[in-house]
């Protein structure tokens, strides 16, 4: 079956980095869109960032852009997120999920992914 699996999370200070991992299986890794989410205690679960199936596309929520860096690496079948200059509201569960919809495609809804992972937690302290 499909797993997919985070790392790389932690309790850290604010302007800090961390790159969090995302490994996969059970799928064909290089035709799947993959993006990672984030839930804050009492918040919707949001779009962070996407990126195609090959790696050429990527795309951020506002708050994201220029801090953070979504790749990935088919060969390892994996996905990361490079964040950088973290502030406390980023604090969240960080999430990666595959869509197998069209590789072409761009998708910020939680509802255009098939699969996640279970999250993995992130705190930026202050």
């Known amino acids: 079956q499909v797993q997919l699996v985070e790392s790389g999370g932690g309790l850290v200070q604010a302007g800090s980095s961390l790159r969090l991992s995302c490994a996969a299986s059970?799928?064909?890794?290089?035709?799947?869109?993959m993006g990672w989410f984030r839930q804050a205690p009492g918040k919707e679960r949001e779009f962070v960032a996407g990126?195609?199936?090959?790696?050429?596309?990527?795309y951020y929520v506002e708050s994201a852009k220029g801090r953070f860096t979504i790749s990935r690496d088919n060969a390892k079948n994996t996905v990361y997120l490079q964040m950088n200059s973290l502030k406390p509201e980023d604090t969240a569960v960080y999430f990666c999920?595959?869509?197998?919809?069209?590789?072409?495609?761009?998708?910020?809804?939680?509802?255009?992914?098939?699969?996640w992972g279970q999250g993995t937690q992130v705190t930026v302290s202050s």
């Open positions: 999920a595959a869509s197998i919809r069209s590789c072409s495609g761009t998708y910020y809804n939680r509802r255009e992914y098939a699969y």
């Open positions: 990126i195609s199936c090959r790696g050429d596309n990527t």
């Open positions: 059970g799928l064909t890794f290089s035709i799947v869109v």
